[in-house]
């Protein structure tokens, strides 16, 4: 049976595979994780640890959510990236040796530390774009700009070193007035016509991006690449929230045009290589993305409870899973019980042993 179509129970299956490779000769590959303590750390280490991979994780906090995972083979504090680099790099280093590390999975911000090392062990194994083309990505008003030069569509945007510059925006429209580099909906400003313009702290060194806002339907993609083939693709749209933008509530949905965007992206930046998720908005006559974030993102638990996912991102030969299990055409994942959702407080269920 083809990896990524429909298994009465896959669970099953693949914890058959896991037990086999645990029995063979040849020790099961062991997998590094850079972050445990988001939803999607724990639900990407249970999937690896259910393809059959030994979950190890790194993070600067002593105490995370992979810590207590029996999925996770072994734990090890180090120092935060941001405040300490090199000595960020050399512990993860350090663990790739002791553990004897096959593959680095970035999973938050720490990616662009991961990114720019230049040690070879880790480059080798990190399952992220380079340095380069991660900061294009990351970078709002970059990515803004190379989407246009690549003919893909984009929101109007300018880019802000002042209050002037924000202040000259035309006031007929709405715009979104954010920092280029910036995650989720911090420091997000909405500025509406016949509304006071807040004070937002914007210089040379702290640059924002205003982009027209666009109304409109609001979708995700999360998509990994091998070396510039697309091996794995999911959308959800943006339904629930906690906040008006961090989804709880996920349902893949097959959407060929966001699927077209996204390897015309790839195609833009061959070889694309890593974890890629995009921020759509779709009117009645266009798409655009309105952001990008090269790393691990909720879309993750469109494959929660399978190996299809680990397996395309540890490069297995021949696993190719482009959409999450049991998609349908403009429909939700549909479980052996019928489901069509992913809910968020899935993650936190008590599931053999995890």
């Not at 180090?78 to 280093?93: F, H, I, N, Q, S």
């Not at 569509?153 to 429209?173: F, G, N, Q, T």
């Not at 979104?176 to 911090?186: I, L, W």
Request: charged share 20%; hydrophobic share 35%.
């Amino acid at each position: 049976m083809p990896l990524g179509t429909k298994d009465r129970n896959p669970r099953f299956r693949t914890l058959q595979h896991k037990n086999n490779l645990q029995n063979s000769p040849r020790s099961p590959p062991n997998v590094l994780l850079t972050n445990g303590r988001f939803p999607v750390s724990l639900d990407i280490a249970r999937q690896f640890a259910l393809a059959g991979y030994n979950v190890y994780c790194v993070d600067p906090m002593r105490y995370h959510v992979c810590r207590f995972s029996r999925m996770v083979t072994a734990s090890k504090r180090v120092p935060a990236p941001r405040t300490d680099p090199e000595g960020y790099l050399k512990a993860v280093k350090k663990a790739v040796l002791s553990w004897k590390i096959q593959v680095i999975i970035p999973i938050h911000e720490e990616a662009f530390y991961l990114a720019g090392s230049e040690d070879p062990l880790i480059r080798n194994r990190l399952y992220a774009p380079s340095w380069e083309k991660v900061m294009l990505l990351h970078n709002k008003w970059e990515f803004s700009q190379m989407m246009q030069g690549f003919g893909l569509d984009v929101p109007k945007a300018y880019l802000c070193e002042s209050m002037d510059d924000i202040r000259k925006l035309d006031r007929s429209i709405e715009w979104a007035v954010k920092p280029v580099f910036g995650r989720a909906n911090t420091n997000v400003h909405h500025i509406r016509p016949g509304h006071p313009i807040p004070n937002i702290q914007v210089s040379k060194t702290t640059q924002y991006i205003a982009q027209e806002w666009i109304h409109g339907a609001r979708y995700c993609s999360y998509s990994v690449f091998d070396h510039g083939s697309l091996r794995a693709h999911g959308v959800y749209p943006v339904l629930e929230t906690i906040d008006g933008s961090s989804c709880v509530y996920f349902e893949a949905y097959s959407h060929p045009g966001v699927r077209k965007y996204v390897k015309r992206l790839a195609a833009g930046l061959f070889p694309l290589h890593g974890q890629i998720g995009l921020d759509f908005i779709e009117t009645e006559d266009k798409l655009v993305v309105i952001d990008c974030n090269p790393r691990a993102t909720s879309g993750i638990h469109l494959w929660t409870g399978t190996p299809f996912l680990a397996w395309a991102m540890a490069g297995r030969p021949g696993a190719v899973s482009i959409h999450p299990p049991y998609a349908r055409p403009g429909r939700g994942i549909k479980t052996e019980k019928g489901d069509i959702k992913t809910l968020f407080g899935a993650l936190l269920e008590i599931n053999n042993g995890t």
